[in-house]
């Protein structure tokens, strides 16, 4: 069967650049800035930026386009006879997997409260009220099951088309949506009286609040961000990588992706924290940000329903565009492996997310519990599911593709950096080999570690 390719260049960098943009930006990004001091992380987590993600994302990229294959057989056509690279593909899927079982979830509590918003739920209630909806929707297993399985629906029922007529064209008007409208919310919040004291928090360098944050914990958290806000290491990309043309550089189209994540995330505390500073809200609040006080600051705000539901629909575009290209991944590898039809591949993968998404939605009521984590936190079903993916495949998995891009026992640099320059644009120098042996597995290291203990 010959492989589908992106009809252009446009459609794979939004795509990609949507698989990476996520509830990491547009959630994380912001509370981890506010509790690492503002600018100075800003910083920092640009310069890891451009040390790790680019590097492993070429490298995912390269294995994907030179295979035209998806994760296991993607492998299988590069490594060497007789060696067993390709069990990380399996891996892979089940980290995929691992991902939907909890991200569709959370997926469907931003779709959730845009209608909340959109149906005026917030107007005229009391700050206490306010505060209680989203315990109360987490309490609901029938909402929460409403919303998830609306996602997954939605998701695949995409998914079911061809690459062009489904993913790229849906994922291409959606990513041009979130952008207007996160230049629409930063416009807006910018305007707000007092916003621009939360400008100079977040992006003005201040070294006596990274002291106080501690500049060990600042330099760790900024690394940390920047390794995980592109979901390296389960193969999310490589599928995009298969689907390419060649006519560009991968390096070149690795920084693209970066600068439009990245800017999205940038954005997004634009929004935020001159909100928070407006209303004398504390932007170092952490995940309780989104759910519990940013609906209260839009309460407040002139034409707060109007502003909350706009911002719940970005949240929901930027994390349905990861929820699509995760599933894009699985449908790809059911298709590769086991020669199933997209049809085929859509209703079991579909039907599987489905089932296999229930303990999250219900580890929030009927089967709440609280575990304690190898690293010492505590946590339900969602937190463990997140624990594995995040503390372990992703590290691991961005290790394991590097190895393999680096290593005479795997693909080998040359062969790498053959397929990684292809095309005009950005070439990957040749004297980084020894940064990618020896600096880079150690810094992912650092990473895998710091996120186990």
Same mark, same amino acid.
């Given at each position: 069967?010959?492989?589908?390719?992106?009809?252009?260049?446009?459609?794979?960098?939004?795509?990609?650049?949507?698989?990476?943009?996520?509830?990491?930006?547009?959630?994380?990004?912001?509370?981890?800035?506010?509790?690492?001091?503002?600018?100075?992380?800003?910083?920092?987590?640009?310069?890891?930026?451009?040390?790790?993600?680019?590097?492993?994302?070429?490298?995912?990229?390269?294995?994907?386009?030179?295979?035209?294959?998806?994760?296991?057989?993607?492998?299988?056509?590069?490594?060497?006879?007789?060696?067993?690279?390709?069990?990380?593909?399996?891996?892979?899927?089940?980290?995929?997997?691992?991902?939907?079982?909890?991200?569709?979830?959370?997926?469907?509590?931003?779709?959730?409260?845009?209608?909340?918003?959109?149906?005026?739920?917030?107007?005229?209630?009391?700050?206490?009220?306010?505060?209680?909806?989203?315990?109360?929707?987490?309490?609901?297993?029938?909402?929460?099951?409403?919303?998830?399985?609306?996602?997954?629906?939605?998701?695949?029922?995409?998914?079911?088309?061809?690459?062009?007529?489904?993913?790229?064209?849906?994922?291409?008007?959606?990513?041009?949506?979130?952008?207007?409208?996160?230049?629409?919310?930063?416009?807006?919040?910018?305007?707000?009286?007092?916003?621009?004291?939360?400008?100079?928090?977040?992006?003005?360098?201040?070294?006596?609040?990274?002291?106080?944050?501690?500049?060990?914990?600042?330099?760790?958290?900024?690394?940390?961000?920047?390794?995980?806000?592109?979901?390296?290491?389960?193969?999310?990309?490589?599928?995009?990588?298969?689907?390419?043309?060649?006519?560009?550089?991968?390096?070149?189209?690795?920084?693209?992706?970066?600068?439009?994540?990245?800017?999205?995330?940038?954005?997004?505390?634009?929004?935020?924290?001159?909100?928070?500073?407006?209303?004398?809200?504390?932007?170092?609040?952490?995940?309780?940000?989104?759910?519990?006080?940013?609906?209260?600051?839009?309460?407040?705000?002139?034409?707060?329903?109007?502003?909350?539901?706009?911002?719940?629909?970005?949240?929901?575009?930027?994390?349905?565009?990861?929820?699509?290209?995760?599933?894009?991944?699985?449908?790809?590898?059911?298709?590769?492996?086991?020669?199933?039809?997209?049809?085929? &591949? %859509? !209703?079991? +993968? *579909?039907?599987?997310?489905? $089932?296999?998404?229930?303990?999250?939605? =219900?580890?929030? #009521?009927?089967?709440?519990?609280? &575990? %304690? !984590?190898? +690293? *010492?936190?505590?946590?339900? $079903?969602?937190?463990?599911?997140?624990? =594995?993916?995040? #503390?372990?495949?992703?590290?691991?998995?961005? !290790?394991?593709?590097?190895?393999?891009?680096?290593?005479?026992?795997?693909?080998?640099?040359?062969?790498?950096?053959?397929?990684?320059?292809?095309?005009?644009?950005?070439?990957?120098?040749?004297?980084?080999?020894?940064?990618?042996?020896?600096?880079?597995?150690?810094?992912?290291?650092?990473?895998?570690?710091?996120?186990?203990?």
């Amino acid at each position: 069967m010959k492989r589908e390719r992106f009809q252009s260049r446009l459609g794979f960098l939004l795509v990609s650049a949507g698989c990476a943009v996520g509830i990491g930006n547009v959630w994380k990004f912001p509370y981890v800035t506010g509790e690492n001091g503002g600018g100075i992380f800003v910083l920092f987590y640009l310069l890891f930026l451009g040390l790790m993600g680019v590097p492993v994302l070429t490298m995912e990229l390269a294995v994907g386009r030179a295979s035209r294959k998806s994760a296991v057989q993607g492998y299988q056509a590069l490594q060497k006879p007789g060696s067993k690279w390709h069990i990380h593909g399996w891996f892979c899927v089940a980290g995929c997997c691992l991902l939907m079982m909890y991200y569709t979830t959370v997926s469907g509590w931003m779709l959730g409260y845009f209608f909340k918003f959109a149906r005026g739920v917030f107007e005229g209630l009391s700050t206490e009220a306010v505060e209680g909806i989203f315990p109360a929707m987490l309490a609901n297993p029938v909402e929460m099951t409403v919303w998830m399985a609306l996602t997954v629906v939605t998701g695949f029922l995409i998914c079911s088309f061809s690459l062009q007529k489904g993913l790229e064209r849906i994922t291409k008007w959606m990513m041009l949506g979130l952008l207007a409208l996160i230049a629409l919310l930063a416009i807006h919040s910018l305007t707000l009286p007092g916003g621009l004291e939360g400008v100079k928090f977040y992006l003005l360098p201040d070294s006596s609040r990274a002291r106080e944050a501690g500049l060990g914990h600042v330099i760790t958290a900024a690394m940390n961000q920047a390794f995980f806000t592109l979901s390296l290491g389960i193969a999310a990309m490589e599928v995009f990588g298969s689907y390419m043309k060649r006519d560009n550089t991968l390096a070149s189209e690795a920084v693209r992706i970066c600068l439009l994540d990245t800017f999205v995330a940038l954005m997004a505390g634009l929004i935020i924290f001159p909100a928070c500073f407006s209303f004398g809200v504390e932007p170092k609040q952490g995940p309780a940000l989104i759910f519990i006080i940013l609906p209260k600051v839009f309460q407040d705000m002139m034409g707060g329903r109007l502003w909350g539901s706009l911002f719940f629909l970005f949240m929901t575009f930027a994390s349905f565009s990861t929820v699509i290209a995760v599933f894009e991944n699985l449908q790809a590898n059911a298709i590769d492996n086991f020669g199933w039809t997209r049809k085929k &591949a %859509t !209703l079991i +993968n *579909g039907a599987f997310i489905l $089932i296999a998404s229930m303990p999250c939605v =219900l580890g929030y #009521n009927r089967w709440y519990f609280e &575990a %304690t !984590l190898p +690293n *010492g936190s505590v946590g339900q $079903i969602l937190d463990i599911e997140d624990f =594995l993916v995040s #503390n372990l495949l992703l590290p691991l998995g961005s !290790l394991i593709y590097l190895l393999f891009c680096v290593s005479n026992k795997g693909w080998g640099y040359e062969r790498y950096l053959e397929e990684a320059n292809a095309g005009e644009g950005l070439k990957m120098p040749r004297w980084l080999k020894g940064y990618f042996q020896f600096v880079l597995p150690v810094l992912i290291l650092i990473i895998l570690i710091q996120g186990l203990l």
